[in-house]
T-cell receptor, first 116, second 113 residues
């Protein structure tokens, strides 16, 4: 595909359940990001991967949240023991590297998580 | 603590008018300031960005004005069109790239025909 692909587009789960959200970045983009967007708010940074490693995970709210990118392409955001406050749209983005800086972020359409 | 403050929360403009959205920041280490446009059900998309070595950048109908001393920057949309109706987010980061963007809360723009 030409853009960033995220699955599922919608996920409804019950409090306490485990959830996985998947992101397929644009081919060739080495940088991958996860953001969370609550209703009426701007995206909030969660984690940034450069290749396979998490370059910055300072935005993960607590240890229930974890993300992996084992082969440097697809990434999975994992949320354990979900809480109602985790309900949000989880956005994935990717970018290429231009010199010393990462370039424009290309966002997917997001995975809307609803925790009942 | 909100690091990037955006105003107004919503804006209604007539077709052909000028839309102006403002952002202010506190952290003087920020050195990259992009604006993103988001349509309902879609992810944000980069509209235009500026670095603090220039005071203004123009791309088509979109202009960023940057005031380093006031720690403010704004987006101007000239000749606003109904197709511009969307939510606009300002953002800022440290290091000159997109590694860890801090977003404002957004401005919902409605352009009436």
């Amino acid at each position: 595909g030409a853009g960033v692909s995220q699955t599922p587009s919608n996920k409804v789960t019950e409090k306490g359940k485990y959830v996985e959200l998947r992101c397929d970045p644009i081919s060739g983009h080495t940088a991958l990001y996860w953001y969370r967007q609550s209703l009426g708010q701007g995206p909030e940074f969660l984690i940034y991967f450069q290749g396979t490693g998490a370059a910055d995970d300072s935005g993960l709210p607590n240890d229930r949240f974890f993300a992996v990118r084992p082969e440097g392409s697809v990434s999975t955001l994992k949320i354990q023991r979900t809480e109602r406050g985790d309900s949000a749209v989880y956005l994935c983005a990717s970018s290429s590297i231009a010199g010393a800086n990462t370039g424009e972020l290309f966002f997917g359409e997001g995975s809307r998580l609803t925790v009942l | 603590q909100q690091q990037v403050k955006q105003s107004p929360q919503s804006l209604i403009v007539q077709k052909g008018g000028i839309s102006i959205i403002n952002c202010a920041y506190e952290n003087t280490a920020f050195d990259y300031f992009p604006w993103y446009q988001q349509f309902p059900g879609k992810g944000p998309a980069l509209l235009i960005a500026i670095r603090p070595d220039v005071s203004e950048k123009k791309e088509g109908r979109f202009t960023i004005s940057f005031n380093k001393s006031a720690k403010q920057f704004s987006l101007h949309i000239m000749d606003s069109q109904p197709g511009d109706s969307a939510t606009y987010f300002c953002a800022a980061s440290i290091g000159g790239g997109s590694e860890k963007l801090v977003f404002g809360k957004g401005t919902k723009l409605t352009v009436n025909p």
